[in-house]
């Protein structure tokens, strides 16, 4: 695969009859940032789940680091994950969520828990539990989540969204500190420009299929 970290192959997806997904064919490499953009029910969200191991696929293959999900790997080895609304127990505080979280896998200590809190805008000593936080506030936590634990891919479902100005700013700047730290990042956003200021390349879908394909960027800067 040489440089292809990711690579997805004939992939189609059918539930219940209906095509949700249908002749994918991507390659992602790591250090870069791959932006999505289309309507509501185009299938950025299902072709997310699909690299994620989240769904089976109905014909074609996704590929990570060489390993085929579903055959060699049921799910991405190192991912980091935010799609649609960030689900947490609501009785946890901010912190207590993610230290619930990292300690499944025992990979982080507290200091990078309240580190990762910190570089999204949130403050690790709030006590506040989770039904509390603003829209806002949620955003930041499942962003936090999903990079807390250095993975080596990155995707993140409108990681923007209902964000004020300064926030966009922070997980932008964070996208693109992950980029240059060799990271292979997955976004979507409705926002043209936004996503026009950190993608390196842009895929349009449209119906379950890839229509448009622009390279912004072909070196890092």
């Known amino acids: 695969m040489g440089k292809e970290y990711v690579e997805i192959s004939n992939y189609k997806k059918v539930i219940k009859g209906n095509t949700i997904l249908s002749d994918i064919n991507l ?12 309507k509501n029910g185009s299938g950025k969200s299902m072709l997310f789940r699909a ?23 049921s799910f991405p080895e190192n991912l980091g994950l935010l799609i649609e609304y960030p689900g947490f127990l609501s009785d946890f505080t901010g912190f207590q969520n993610l230290k619930y979280l ?18 999204v805008g949130l403050d690790p000593e709030d006590k506040r539990k989770f039904k509390k936080y603003s829209l806002g506030m949620k955003q930041r936590l499942g962003v936090a989540q999903a990079v807390m634990e250095n993975p080596d891919i990155i995707i993140l479902d409108e990681p923007t969204n209902a964000l004020d100005i300064d926030g966009v700013e922070l997980i932008n700047k964070i ?3 992950l980029r240059n ?4 990042i997955l976004i979507s956003n409705h926002d043209k420009e936004e996503m026009e200021m950190i993608a390196d390349e842009i895929y349009t879908i449209h119906e379950g299929k890839i229509t448009d394909h622009v390279v912004l960027r072909k070196e890092n800067i």
């Open 102 to 119: 990292a300690d499944i896998n025992k990979k982080i200590d507290d200091n990078k828990i309240k580190n990762t809190l910190e570089a």
């Open 175 to 177: 996208i693109l500190e």
């Open 51 to 73: 690299i994620s191991g989240l769904i089976k696929a109905t014909e074609g293959e996704v590929m990570i680091n060489g390993k085929k999900i579903g055959r060699d790997i």
């Open 27 to 38: 390659k992602f490499q790591r250090g870069k940032v791959y932006g999505f953009k289309g």
């Open 181 to 184: 730290q060799n990271k292979l």
